[in-house]
């Protein structure tokens, strides 16, 4: 089958893409700004931009079916009405004078009296597809988890800790891995409802917080953990400072949907066309991982740490430790205006570093930079001062943990070949 899917760059259409490729279909895939080294064909298609002008997209020859899995986890009433209903309705036009089927990845929640911002775009737009009249499925997922995704990263961040405070946990909600949600795709292919339908996507567990957070402890070989919920006061103003910050984790919308129930018949699905869903501990056998999860608690820690020691060392220097630089230098031999251009100088550069370390555009040169100059400072004293190297306090040789500490943060998937993590 030849099919157009939208939203190929995002967690489900990443996943949906190389499914839908293995399986054997011809797939167009398209995202705003494709990446020329991608796999397989793809396409420039921005839902904002289709909105506007209709017309700002050259439809594809032969497209037997258009999937849409583009989505936005925002707050921006605007963007999500631009994006997700004015930009999904011109798309399910085109597909509809083109005569192609439909296929909208919706979101669970959004049938019955949305009151988000994200689900009623979504609800908008699901009422359009249905109400053109021709062969389409709108597939609501409950929270799907699995490699990429924000929600996951956020869960998995929060799954090492042994007790963490949670926004609710006594709403419940059916998890299912992404894996399930391709498996899901393909099979209504397979099986292509007789009339326009829409379909809930839903994990065979009811789980609470905790125990969704139990079941990727225990997929790290962890045991238990122990939950409390925020006060109310305490999760709104974090929700009020989240929302301000542009935070996709916590925020208003997404505290307004932890304290409430996400639930659904998995039936209508199997009876549609034969999928269920396994277990989510079924799926928890490649992802996540202990040692990536422990990755992301200890990431913005360090990062901290050493943005602490950067600007520490700056603020000294400059105060109280002047003088002291000033004499470890007129042990090197350099004393006068030199050594003065010295240590001011180099205090602006350790501030310079700290706060490249807090500046996500800038982590990755400053991640690099700090290595250079803790190679060049050590070599430095190692040269000049080399009795500095059997100082009780160890001063040179701690260097070391700090270099390595910052090859680490450097290395991280999240560093490694792009400017922001």
Same mark, same amino acid.
């Given at each position: 089958?030849?099919?157009?899917?939208?939203?190929? &760059?995002?967690?489900?259409?990443?996943?949906?893409?190389? !499914?839908?490729? +293995? #399986? /054997?279909?011809?797939?167009?895939?398209? %995202?705003?700004?494709?990446?020329?080294?991608?796999?397989?064909?793809?396409?420039?298609?921005?839902?904002?931009?289709?909105?506007?002008?209709?017309? &700002?997209?050259?439809?594809?020859?032969?497209?037997?079916? !258009?999937?849409? +899995? #583009? /989505?936005?986890?925002?707050?921006?009433? %605007?963007?999500?009405h631009e994006v997700q209903q004015l930009g999904a309705c011109a798309l399910f036009e085109l597909a509809a004078a083109r005569g192609a089927r439909v296929l909208q990845i919706s979101a669970l929640g959004a049938e019955d009296a949305p009151d988000t911002e994200f689900l009623a775009s979504k609800a908008a737009a699901e009422r359009h597809l249905l109400d053109l009249g021709i062969p389409a499925v709108v597939l609501r997922p409950s929270l799907v988890l699995g490699p990429g995704a924000t929600s996951s990263r956020w869960l998995q961040r929060l799954s090492p800790w042994p007790w963490t405070p949670l926004l609710d946990n006594r709403a419940r909600l059916q998890p299912l891995h992404v894996d399930d949600l391709c498996g899901a795709v393909l099979a209504l292919l397979a099986h292509w409802p007789a009339q326009p339908c829409s379909l809930a996507l839903v994990g065979p567990e009811a789980l609470t917080m905790g125990q969704l957070l139990d079941r990727l402890r225990a997929a790290q070989g962890w045991g238990p953990g122990r939950y409390w919920t925020l006060p109310r006061p305490l999760a709104a103003l974090g929700a009020r400072l989240g929302e301000l910050g542009g935070w996709c984790a916590l925020n208003r919308q997404t505290l307004h949907l932890a304290r409430r129930d996400n639930l659904a018949a998995a039936e209508p699905l199997a009876e549609a066309c034969g999928y269920r869903c396994l277990p989510l501990a079924a799926r928890l056998q490649d992802w996540p991982q202990a040692t990536h999860s422990l990755g992301l608690v200890l990431q913005p820690l360090l990062l901290a740490l050493l943005a602490l020691v950067w600007l520490g060392t700056a603020l000294a220097c400059l105060g109280p430790g002047f003088g002291w630089g000033l004499r470890i230098l007129g042990e090197a031999g350099i004393d006068g205006w030199p050594a003065r251009i010295a240590v001011v100088g180099g205090a602006l550069l350790d501030a310079a570093l700290g706060i490249g370390l807090l500046w996500r555009r800038w982590r990755r040169r400053a991640l690099q930079a700090q290595i250079a100059v803790m190679l060049g400072y050590t070599a430095l004293i190692t040269w000049l001062l080399p009795h500095y190297w059997f100082d009780p306090f160890q001063g040179v040789g701690k260097n070391l943990a700090l270099l390595a500490v910052s090859l680490w943060l450097l290395w991280l998937p999240g560093e490694r070949g792009r400017s922001e993590p």
């Open positions: 089958m030849r099919i157009l899917l939208v939203g190929a &760059s995002g967690f489900i259409g990443r996943h949906l893409h190389a !499914a839908l490729r +293995a #399986a /054997g279909h011809q797939v167009l895939a398209t %995202a705003r700004h494709p990446d020329p080294a991608a796999d397989g064909d793809w396409l420039a298609l921005d839902l904002a931009e289709l909105a506007r002008d209709p017309r &700002s997209f050259a439809w594809p020859d032969g497209i037997e079916l !258009a999937i849409n +899995a #583009a /989505g936005l986890l925002s707050t921006d009433r %605007a963007l999500l």
